[in-house]
């Protein structure tokens, strides 16, 4: 047992899916991806997205009103969901307010806030709208500040924004924290929302797909973006009698590309290869790798060959975004929660909505869920310039 190892003792999930663990579990276990056609506000976008339901019904307290925001909502749905606050509670009482340490990732934060203040500005001055506060909003430190508010702690709070690896960071950034002696426990997750800005830039990138999200398909076309907001609780390995933990992380950063990984995955092999070394593990204790799994022609190529090295071609591997979407800022958190879920329960989910393996890559990709015994998961989160992250998640 290494000294970063950290029990997940609690952790709650909303996305496309539903809203908390038993309707994601359920989702994933049945097939039923939560990803629909374009409805999100009435611009023209051809694609598929996952949308939460229900955020717009959400209302803040009056003491947090200035946090009010698509991002912030979404956040509270996911402090409230699977009865989190109330874990939190408990875990106040043993380590003190001061002694929790906040953790969040996220990309866009609360750029829709921004978006509708321009809408909104007046059009003779340009001026914004008095009501918009980007310091409680747009702001990348707003989530963190909501969640630490909402729960009430007092300790180290800080916001991760490396685009799609943002919330898998915080379980690293949280371990590192623990392991100073600044904080005894954490609270780490990831939010983000849907926002224009979001999906037309990545439609100007060329990666929005028309279609469903098809990871490793041969004829994928590109990601369907999602939101979420997940969290989880993170205690000393011998102060809880969970059964699941963070064994090790692994990071790198490429910078091969704004946008596009190393044709060979150099960053993502060395993020992994990072991982087992931090949790003293080899490569073929791994049952599972969640992979990061984008369904665009790039990514999904350089991470085969990566995952590929690493754990061999027979390892069960799948990404999915099939279920939920690409949830950017949120994905590795989203992901995290998933790999809890597959070792608690036993099985593998396929790679949903993948018909016709492509057959220039090689990792071992299930197109049906797979009921097996699982120990040990490796996570995958790889960001634009190549930001990756690898969480191996794990029973005890």
């Given at each position: 047992m290494t000294d970063t190892a950290l029990k997940i003792t609690g952790y709650s999930l909303v996305s496309p899916l539903g809203v908390g663990i038993k309707d994601t579990l359920n989702a994933l276990q049945s097939s039923q991806s939560g990803l629909r056609r374009f409805d999100y506000t009435d611009a023209k976008l051809d694609t598929w997205i996952g949308r939460v339901d229900n955020?717009?019904?959400?209302?803040?307290?009056?003491?947090?009103?200035?946090?009010?925001?698509?991002n912030n909502r979404l956040a509270q749905m996911g402090l409230t969901a699977d009865k989190f606050a109330n874990q939190?509670?408990?875990?106040?009482?043993?380590?003190?307010p001061e002694r929790i340490g906040v953790f969040m990732g996220t990309s866009t934060s609360g750029i829709r806030q921004t978006e509708l203040a321009y809408k909104d500005q007046d059009p003779a001055t340009h001026k914004l709208p008095e009501s918009f506060l980007y310091q409680y909003t747009h702001n990348v430190f707003s989530v963190a500040d909501f969640t630490r508010q909402f729960l009430g702690l007092q300790g180290p709070a800080i916001s991760i924004s490396t685009a799609c690896s943002s919330s898998a960071k915080v379980f690293a950034s949280a371990s590192r924290y623990i392991r100073a002696g600044l904080c005894d426990a954490a609270i780490v997750g990831g939010?983000?929302?849907l926002c224009l800005t979001t999906l037309f830039g990545f439609k100007s990138l060329d990666v929005v797909s028309n279609d469903l999200c098809r990871p490793w398909d041969t004829n994928r076309r590109g990601i369907n973006i999602g939101e979420a907001a997940g969290y989880a609780l993170l205690e000393k390995y011998e102060q809880s009698d969970s059964n699941i933990a963070v064994f090790g992380y692994g990071e790198s950063s490429d910078a091969y590309h704004m946008s596009t990984p190393h044709?060979?995955?150099l960053g993502a092999s060395l993020a992994m290869n990072r991982a087992l070394a931090c949790a003293n593990m080899e490569a073929s204790q791994i049952d599972y790798v969640n992979l990061h799994g984008t369904a665009t022609l790039a990514n999904d190529s350089a991470e085969d060959q990566a995952v590929t090295n690493v754990v061999g071609k027979n390892t069960l591997c799948s990404s999915t975004k099939g279920w939920t979407g690409h949830t950017l800022g949120a994905a590795g958190i989203t992901e995290a929660i998933i790999a809890c879920l597959s070792i608690e329960n036993n099985f593998v989910p396929a790679s949903l909505n993948t018909q016709q393996l492509d057959p220039t890559l090689c990792a071992n990709i299930p197109l049906q869920n797979q009921e097996m015994k699982v120990d040990f998961v490796i996570s995958n989160s790889f960001g634009f310039g190549g930001n990756n992250c690898s969480l191996i998640i794990g029973r005890c």
């Open positions: 955020i717009e019904d959400q209302c803040l307290s009056d003491d947090l009103k200035h946090f009010d925001c698509r939190v509670k408990q875990l106040k009482l043993r380590y003190g939010v983000d929302s044709p060979q995955g």
